[in-house]
């Protein structure tokens, strides 16, 4: 239970019941894969990016963007972050999309009111972001950072914090540290919002 760590922000659990990555897919500080579902093994697109990671694994994130081996991306926004956005269901002000890929959350999120930061450690990820949105009506209500979230520092807190698998992108041992940062990040009365595979 999300609940059980060490601090308790106001938490938003959306299940869905399938994912494009299928089960989880885990990845540690050292860019090493790993799995924590035995049908991932059958599955084309993750074994491909596992070939990736075990041949560079001091940059497999990075070298995955690079090579396009991105199994996890929708290619277009979350539908259920649409549904809360256009319901008026998220809060305004500061949004953060940590390990944002190319970003489709950010922009869909990001109006007069709500400006979003997405935030990832791939530079090739944060450059497509960057391309794909750059001229879009809305560039001045969000923006991209290549930095590493366990380390980063914000200058400001955020109002939300909208996980979109990242969190079952790192290692199990990995979830204290995603915790306290997201402590860190997060005004007191901020809401994190965590739309995740079945773990
Ligand atoms: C499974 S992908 C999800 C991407 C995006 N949320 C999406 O759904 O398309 C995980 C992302 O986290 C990024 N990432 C991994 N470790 C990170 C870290 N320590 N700090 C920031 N981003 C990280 C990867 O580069 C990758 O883009």
């Known amino acids: 239970m999300l609940r059980s760590l060490f601090f308790s922000p106001r938490i938003r659990r959306v299940a869905v019941p399938s994912s494009p990555l299928g089960p989880t897919l885990a990845m540690d500080n050292n860019n090493r894969s790993r799995t924590t579902d035995s049908s991932v093994q059958t599955n084309p697109r993750i074994q491909k990016l596992q070939q990736i990671v075990k041949t560079d694994a001091s940059a497999g ?3 995955s963007w690079k090579q396009g081996v991105t199994p996890w991306d929708l290619g277009c926004p979350t539908p259920v972050i649409l549904h809360l956005h256009h319901s008026g ?11 944002c890929g190319t970003g489709y959350d950010v922009v869909a999120m990001a109006c007069p009111g709500r400006y979003v930061v997405g935030l990832d450690i791939s530079e090739e990820a944060i450059k497509k972001a960057k391309q794909m949105s750059s001229s879009l009506p809305n560039a001045d209500d969000f923006t991209f950072i290549k930095a590493d979230f366990f380390s980063w520092r914000p200058t400001d807190l955020f109002d939300l914090i909208f996980d979109y698998t990242f969190f079952c992108a790192i290692l199990p041992e990995m979830r204290s540290a995603w915790a306290q940062q997201i402590q860190n990040f997060l005004k007191p009365d901020g809401e994190l919002v965590t739309l995740m595979f079945p773990l």
């Open 89 to 99: 269901s998220l809060p305004m002000g500061r949004v953060l999309v940590p390990g």
């Open 61 to 63: 994130w990075e070298e």
